[in-house]
T-cell receptor, first 118, second 112 residues
Framework: GAVVSQHPSWVICKSGTSVKIECRSL??????MFWYRQFPKQSLMLMAT?????????EQGVEKDKFLINHASLTLSTLTVTSAHPEDSSFYIC??????????????FGSGTRLTVV | KQEVTQIPAALSVPEGENLVLNCSFT??????LQWFRQDPGKGLTSLLL?????REQTSGRLNASLDKSSGRSTLYIAASQPGDSATYLC???????????FGSGTRLQVQP
């Protein structure tokens, strides 16, 4: 089945620094990837839709200049948290769908990244 | 705006019991509904996907049903095992939208 690889699985950074999270589709091409955020004991909330070769689409309330998304190839999307603050500490997870498999398939998720800003 | 609700928020059962997790959604114009499992600090594992035209899907001890008109889905787990302990998430994909809207999940604990 479709596999989405996400790295790193966890990261600790200092306030004010930037952190990059990678999301790769390993055995399929993904023209669209989705980035979600999950705070403790809460559900996943969509942050943005990453589109290959074009600008990402951000959900209301998500700062595009703070959460930079780059989708430069059909298998890689990156999320960079710039000038990180403690309130950005969260679980970030990406997802994609393999459209080439035929029929209707659901979304596959990466393993997530636990970001802690100190 | 689609809203997804899951009841109960938490559930603890002894091993071997059959159980039902509930999911409701406010907008019935959905494309499909997907059930996921999430272990603590981990990503999501897809369990079952139900298209809007389908009534149910089965995989092993899991059975998911969908009543689109009433905005409800249930996940039935037969003969629960301690290894089933996890958070179960329901997510809907609305017609004309690509991203998913998630419920807040049901935390399941199966006692040995």
């Amino acid at each position: 089945g479709a596999v989405v690889s996400q790295h790193p699985s966890w990261v600790i950074c200092k306030s004010g620094t930037s952190v990059k999270i990678e999301c790769r589709s390993l055995d399929f091409q993904a023209t669209t990837m989705f980035w979600y955020r999950q705070f403790p004991k809460q559900s996943l909330m969509l942050m943005a839709t990453s589109n290959e070769g074009s600008k990402a689409t951000y959900e209301q309330g998500v700062e595009k200049d703070k959460f930079l998304i780059n989708h430069a190839s059909l298998t890689l999307s990156t999320l960079t948290v710039t000038s990180a603050h403690p309130e950005d500490s969260s679980f970030y997870i990406c997802s994609a769908r393999d459209k080439s498999s035929g029929g209707e398939t659901g979304y596959t998720f990466g393993s997530g990244t636990r970001l802690t800003v100190v | 705006k689609q809203e997804v609700t899951q009841i109960p928020a938490a559930l603890s059962v002894p091993e071997g019991e059959n159980l039902v997790l509930n999911c409701s959604f406010t907008d019935s114009a959905i494309y499909n509904l997907q059930w996921f499992r999430q272990d603590p600090g981990k990503g999501l594992t897809s369990l079952l996907l139900i298209q809007s035209s389908q009534r149910e899907q089965t995989s092993g001890r899991l059975n998911a049903s969908l009543d689109k008109s009433s905005g409800r889905s249930t996940l039935y787990i037969a003969a629960s095992q301690p290894g089933d302990s996890a958070t179960y998430l329901c997510a809907v994909r609305d017609t004309g939208r690509r991203a998913l809207t998630f419920g807040s999940g049901t935390r399941l604990q199966v006692q040995p």
